[in-house]
């Protein structure tokens, strides 16, 4: 089955750290540019990080910028979003979404992906 698969979250405190993995399985996700959202209950869905398929152009929300960090894992078929300095503010549902680029493109997605997953819930309390 071709999908992409998020993992990683969980309840962590304010200023804590999590990493979530984006998945891909039955496709080569080094052709893949990738985008992480977030989405928190009554709210609009938040672009929070993008990467290119060769991995060297990155993107951030102003509310990521210096927080969170993308990567990719080509060896695992995986995009990571490193989350540190969380605030209660982060607690969403994570997705990412993968759109087909070109290999070694630096290109970064628009509005349309490929694959979506189902997300991971991300809850910063004390």
């Known amino acids: 089955q071709l999908q992409v698969v998020e993992s990683g979250g969980g309840l962590v405190e304010p200023g804590g750290s999590l990493r979530l993995s984006c998945s891909a399985s039955?496709?080569?996700?080094?052709?893949?540019?990738v985008s992480w959202f977030r989405q928190a209950p009554g709210k609009e869905r938040e672009r929070v990080a993008q990467i290119s398929a060769s991995g060297y152009r990155t993107n951030y929300a102003d509310s990521a910028r210096g927080r969170f960090t993308i990567s990719r894992g080509n060896a695992e078929n995986t995009v990571y979003l490193q989350l540190n300095s969380l605030k209660p503010e982060d607690t969403a549902v994570y997705y990412c979404a993968a759109r087909a680029l070109g290999y070694l493109s630096d290109y970064l997605p628009g509005e349309e992906y490929d694959y979506w997953g189902q997300g991971t819930q991300v809850t910063v309390s004390s």
């Open positions: 039955g496709f080569n996700l080094e052709i893949y540019a």
